[in-house]
């Protein structure tokens, strides 16, 4: 059902489409302003295309803010990537650029996909919780292992790779 009204993936829109899809049947919308050649709006895309298939509960949208003068001046957009949560058709809550993401304030754009799921859940959009150090330990057992931004599984054993950051709080 959350998949024939787009859920499970990233999905660019433009800005005639913005109104029925953050309005539409889904309770929950992201949707992620971008400018096709801002760095940090790409890596942005590069988390959100991580999350979003482990939530079917939200829609991930992403939207050329370049192309979207409307709704730029209309959410008040003044910082690039933005991260706007709808729910049931009013913004709820934003994020903009990286603010409160990154682990080392040295370095803004290095922060783990994990962290932006906890943000996002915080809204109320998603359900994540944090793996425990327990968790973990139990990961390692299995054969997930901590790789970039996220944790991936191996295929032994018929095991399917499961998602987690290896370095939340």
Same mark, same amino acid.
């Given at each position: 059902?959350?998949?024939?009204?787009?859920?499970?993936?990233?999905?660019?829109?433009?800005?005639?489409?913005?109104?029925?899809?953050?309005?539409?049947?889904?309770?929950? /919308?992201? /949707?992620?302003?971008?400018? #096709?050649?801002?760095?940090?709006?790409?890596?942005?895309?590069?988390?959100?295309?991580?999350?979003?298939?482990?939530?079917?509960?939200?829609? =991930?949208?992403?939207?050329?803010?370049?192309?979207?003068? =409307?709704? /730029?001046?209309?959410?008040?957009?003044?910082?690039?990537?933005?991260?706007?949560?709808?729910?049931?058709?009013?913004?709820?809550?934003?994020?903009?650029? =990286? +603010?409160?993401? +990154?682990?080392?304030?040295?370095?803004?754009?290095?922060?783990?996909?994990?962290?932006?799921? #906890?943000?996002?859940?915080?809204?109320?959009?998603?359900?994540?919780? /944090?793996?425990?150090?327990?968790? #973990?330990?139990?990961?390692?057992?299995?054969?997930?292992?901590?790789?970039?931004?996220?944790?991936?599984?191996?295929?032994?054993?018929?095991?399917?790779?499961?998602?987690?950051?290896?370095?939340?709080?």
């Amino acid at each position: 059902q959350h998949r024939a009204l787009g859920h499970g993936e990233v999905r660019t829109i433009t800005q005639d489409e913005f109104l029925p899809e953050c309005t539409g049947s889904s309770q929950w /919308v992201a /949707v992620h302003f971008y400018h #096709k050649e801002f760095e940090r709006c790409k890596i942005m895309d590069h988390h959100l295309a991580a999350i979003a298939p482990q939530h079917m509960d939200c829609k =991930f949208l992403r939207m050329d803010a370049e192309k979207s003068p =409307f709704f /730029v001046h209309k959410l008040q957009i003044k910082t690039l990537p933005c991260l706007i949560i709808f729910q049931e058709g009013k913004a709820i809550d934003r994020l903009e650029g =990286f +603010a409160g993401l +990154a682990i080392d304030a040295s370095e803004p754009d290095k922060w783990h996909t994990g962290r932006l799921q #906890k943000w996002i859940s915080e809204t109320g959009a998603i359900k994540y919780r /944090v793996p425990t150090e327990e968790l #973990k330990e139990e990961m390692k057992r299995m054969g997930i292992r901590a790789k970039g931004t996220v944790w991936s599984g191996t295929s032994r054993n018929g095991f399917s790779a499961t998602r987690y950051d290896s370095d939340d709080e």
